[in-house]
């Protein structure tokens, strides 16, 4: 037992020092210049906003004089293929842990970086302005088009349908032990009628994610169960998201990829104030419950 503490302590210690000496290297590397060291977060939607918001400075010349440096867990949460499209504007490096923190390095930089960030973005709406940072090559729309010959010609293009699962926050999270409330996540049988609605309309209705446990029982070519297909991998999340119409949302991280490829995104649901993102225009909220100031009771949509 204290021979398997003590290494495990001694794990740890080779991972501070190697992520050290990762960082240090680069930021050696590129002294003469201001960086800026920014850690993408565990959380797959949060990840996507941070490499967006940046790209959108960027394009904008708000990071002119700035190195950026993207700082990488190495965690199966991340989509690769996406970062991977990232890596022509941005200087990523993987560290074994999130034990490296940012006041070793360039606080003050942060800081004015952070500033620009939320400045910015209160006065003008950057993403209006940007281009999509995300070029899909030849082979990949080749891709994509395999894909869609698994649906009816007469079609009106796609919806992302994508539904908060808990047992994908009890399998994959390392916060899983929190008291989630049950209000933070979606029964896709409430969603029935709605996904009925877009079918009837022709629209072809995917829906994504990597942990889905409740199932409907839908016979229509319109439908597809992405979640539980044999095409569920990082390149496709990044195809059928680029090439969707929209996305239909309770707020799950994958539809921030909406503001990427700028598709509109609809929230079924708000979970805080929050979780609204205002720095993206075509959006809607529609929340689960409100409180009715004319009839003075709670009621909901």
């Not at 941005?90 to 940012?102: P, V």
């Not at 297909?229 to 059928?240: A, G, N, P, R």
């Not at 979970?271 to 009715?292: E, G, K, V």
């Amino acid at each position: 037992m204290f021979t398997k503490i003590l290494m495990n302590k001694f794990i740890l210690i080779f991972k501070i020092i190697y992520d050290l000496h990762i960082i240090f290297i680069y930021y050696l590397i590129f002294k003469k210049r201001k960086n800026s060291f920014i850690y993408l977060s565990d959380r797959f939607g949060q990840t996507i906003s941070t490499l967006n918001n940046l790209y959108n400075l960027k394009e904008n010349n708000y990071l002119k004089n700035y190195r950026i440096f993207i700082i990488k867990y190495n965690s199966n949460l991340y989509n690769n293929y996406l970062i991977k499209k990232y890596k022509k504007y941005f200087i990523f490096i993987n560290i074994s842990s999130f034990l490296i923190f940012d006041k070793f390095f360039n606080i003050k930089n942060n800081t004015e970086l952070k500033n620009i960030f939320h400045h910015e973005y209160s006065i003008i709406n950057l993403n209006k302005k940007t281009s999509i940072p995300v070029k899909f090559s030849k082979i990949e729309k080749e891709k994509f088009k395999k894909f869609m010959k698994l649906f009816p010609k007469d079609n009106n293009g796609i919806i992302c349908f994508s539904l908060k699962d808990k047992d994908y926050y009890l399998d994959k999270y390392f916060y899983n032990d929190k008291n989630w409330p049950e209000h933070y996540f979606g029964d896709i049988n409430k969603y029935v009628k709605a996904i009925e609605y877009f079918i009837k309309n022709k629209f072809i209705v995917v829906r994504v994610g990597k942990i889905t446990t409740n199932q409907i029982n839908i016979e229509s070519n319109y439908y597809f169960d992405y979640s539980k297909s044999e095409y569920q991998s990082d390149v496709y999340d990044i195809l059928i998201a680029g090439n969707c119409n929209f996305f239909f949302s309770n707020g799950t991280g994958y539809d921030r990829l909406g503001e990427i490829f700028k598709k509109p995104i609809f929230h079924c649901g708000i979970r805080n104030y929050l979780s609204i993102h205002n720095y993206f225009p075509d959006q809607i909220w529609l929340p689960y419950n409100y409180y009715s100031e004319n009839i003075k009771k709670k009621s909901y949509f």
